[in-house]
């Protein structure tokens, strides 16, 4: 077996990455394209706008001016009527006027980054000290420890929903806005330490003993021989765990439209999307360019990690 | 500056013991080796030295500290590793002047030792490169750098040139001798080659199965071995070791008589002497002699025309075996013998190096 390819054999086997890499990617792509089409192309199966649509973007961000809603002339004659008491005729001009078709597409978003990446952060940084503990230290019921910590990962969300919502509201967390949040920020810690914990033990457990050793011998507490040579040298897999609870906490919809439900100005973007697409404003390329915006913070997130992942980083340090 | 003495340390895992009980005092500013076959617990000792194991029991001082609890960055110790246990992040420069930056040592005193430690180990040209990039020498004297460059109470050395291919070997066993003359600091190296414990040691510490079996320089170690492990580990090639039997006036060794009056090295007290005990005797492959070549003197005995087994040429010297009372024996001879397997030759020893062990404890008589 000399492993010589043939002519045959190069083309089947690009054609194969083309033909997997195009599935992966045309929902994407169908994503960009709707959102660029205007109303009239929806039907036209061809990926590429008839004539470029921005609105749905624009207004997602906020960048078109607000639109002074016309009052129909039923409800104008009742609201001319005089006999109405000023503070009625207020109410339902109130519920004309408002602009409430308007998705305030940038509160969601920050109100996921904080979720995801309050979450990840607290997340890794737990991870770091669990992982380093199963790796490095020698304790009681360290093995259970090391092989149960996957276990947590196992449950699914579905079956944890109920009965954590009724801890929180037993312990009375989930009544209040604070204590919801808390909550949701627990369980997204939870859902996501274990496998972090489990990546980083494994890449930790790959960095010689020696080089801590040797950081202590130069004068380092052991804590300072973690900060200064074991964590700047398991980067790649920091960036790696960090991208993996963001990403958890970015999708996550379960346990935010249990939590949140009650509470608007925490909602998340999963859970804004799934109103979206329920509500009146349930338009194509509105829904479709709030998922590409939506899509879009992971994958920038995830070009901006890959500078980190770069491999190889303990090679050199030490022999044999 | 500092003295170092281990008081009865014990080192157990678990049930394990592997440090069984050591005792040594190490004076200020020796060059001390350990030196003893694998699993003898020698870098296991280092490393309680260094603080990087906790003893099971016994104390550890230095200066005029005891150490035991304390951990091993407030010990002022450097420590060259095995594995040479470079920073892979850190540039050659940033891994020398790692513990000086944590020390907060003024720019310009650290770039003058900078200078000074890297045009001694000739790092000048490396100082920008990632160890990554550094062959195996190249590491091996970095890590050097980073220990010297500190002003530390003792250097401990965890083999430090096992992993080097043995000509550079040679030439960083001869810098680290340098460059102990030079600093003159209190030194512990651990090796399990002989030749490195030799050559370098003010003091050679031969440790066996967790034990000290003797301690001396290299000389004492070498001339005057305490039991027959020590005779046999030190010195390349290993002695010879061959049973005989002791009688009033002679020492029996195959159809040879050696007379018992001149074996000045062995001493006979009267317990020992009886008529008939058995014996081992140790001969080391460098005292035989070419009779040829070797004027005989009063304490000379010859083993007359040994049939030569087999020559290995090493050089300037090469090893013949033959046999001797049923054992192969191994001699080194110069240069000058030409003699060639099959032949015989007239083999002369100097009968005040002939040693002689106990058969059953081993130890010297």
């Known amino acids: 077996m000399l492993g010589k390819r043939t002519i045959k054999g190069r083309i089947g086997f690009a054609f194969a990455v083309v033909m997997l890499v195009c599935f992966s990617l045309l929902p994407f792509a169908q994503i960009l394209s709707t959102s660029l089409k205007h109303q009239f192309d929806w039907g036209n199966p061809s990926l590429i706008p008839q004539a470029l649509n921005l609105n749905a973007y624009k207004e997602l961000l906020g960048l078109t001016e607000v639109k002074k809603v016309e009052i129909p002339v039923a409800i104008q004659k009742i609201l001319d009527n005089p006999k109405l008491p000023q503070d009625k005729k207020d109410a339902i001009a109130a519920k004309y006027v408002a602009n409430d078709n308007l998705f305030p597409f940038g509160k969601y978003m920050l109100n996921s980054i904080m979720f995801s990446v309050g979450a990840a952060f607290i997340s890794l940084i737990f991870a770091v000290m669990g992982a380093y503990a199963i790796s490095r230290l020698r304790f009681k019921g360290q093995v259970v420890i090391q092989r149960s910590v996957l276990f947590v990962y196992m449950v699914g969300g579905v079956l944890l929903m109920v009965p954590l919502y009724q801890m929180a509201m037993n312990i009375g967390l989930a009544s209040t806005m604070w204590g919801s949040v808390v909550c949701l920020f627990l369980i997204y810690i939870v859902q996501t330490l274990p496998v972090g914990m489990y990546m980083l033990g494994n890449y930790f457990r790959g960095i010689p003993f020696a080089l801590e050793e040797a950081a202590m011998m130069d004068g380092c507490s052991r804590t300072e021989a973690i900060i200064k040579v074991v964590l700047p040298l398991s980067l790649p897999m920091l960036a790696t765990v960090f991208i993996y609870c963001f990403i958890i906490g970015w999708n996550e919809y379960l346990f935010a439209s249990v939590f949140l439900k009650q509470y608007p100005e925490f909602h998340t973007l999963p859970l804004a999307l799934q109103e979206l697409f329920v509500s009146k404003n349930a338009i194509w390329d509105r829904i479709m360019a709030a998922s590409m915006l939506t899509l879009a913070p992971i994958v920038v997130c995830f070009l901006f990690a890959s500078r980190f992942m770069k491999g190889g980083k303990t090679d050199g340090g030490v022999k044999g | ?365």
């Open chain 2, 1 to 365: 500056m500092a003295s170092i003495s281990l008081k009865n340390i014990v080192k157990n895992y678990g049930k394990t013991s592997v440090v069984k009980n050591i005792d040594l005092e190490i004076e200020d500013g020796e060059f001390v080796v350990l030196v003893g076959p694998s699993g003898c617990g020698k870098s296991t000792t280092l490393r309680m030295i260094a603080g990087l194991e906790q003893a099971s029991s016994g104390d550890i001082v230095i200066g005029d500290k005891v150490m035991n609890d304390i951990e091993p960055q407030h010990r002022n110790i450097a420590m060259v590793f095995q594995n040479y246990a470079l920073y892979p992040h850190k540039s050659v420069r940033e891994n020398i002047v790692f513990a000086l930056r944590r020390l907060k040592v003024d720019e310009q005193e650290l770039q003058r030792r900078l200078v000074e430690i890297s045009e001694m180990l000739q790092l000048e040209e490396l100082l920008d490169r990632k160890p990554a990039d550094l062959s195996g020498g190249q590491r091996q004297r970095v890590a050097m750098g980073r220990a010297i460059i500190r002003d530390a109470d003792v250097f401990l050395f965890d083999e430090p040139l096992s992993n080097l291919d043995a000509k550079l070997r040679g030439h960083m066993r001869t810098e680290i001798g340098k460059i102990h003359n030079k600093f003159g600091r209190t030194s512990v190296y651990v090796t399990h080659d002989q030749i490195e414990a030799m050559t370098l040691a003010d003091k050679v510490v031969v440790l066996h199965d967790g034990y000290i079996a003797q301690a001396g320089t290299p000389m004492e170690i070498y001339l005057d071995p305490v039991n027959i492990f020590v005779a046999q580990f030190i010195g390349s090639p290993s002695m010879n070791i061959v049973d005989a039997t002791l009688h009033n006036d002679y020492l029996q060794l195959g159809e040879h008589k050696l007379p018992r009056n001149k074996l000045s090295a062995v001493s006979f007290d009267d317990e020992i002497p009886s008529e008939g005990q058995p014996v081992k005797v140790g001969i080391r492959p460098d005292f035989f002699n070419d009779k040829k070549y070797f004027t005989q003197s009063d304490s000379s005995f010859i083993f007359e025309a040994m049939t030569i087994e087999l020559v290995e040429p090493m050089g300037f010297d090469k090893e013949v075996l033959f046999n001797l009372a049923g054992a192969s024996i191994k001699a080194r001879l110069d240069l000058r013998s030409d003699v060639k397997r099959g032949e015989k030759l007239d083999l002369l020893i100097d009968l005040s190096r002939v040693l002689l062990f106990d058969t059953n404890s081993e130890l010297r008589l």
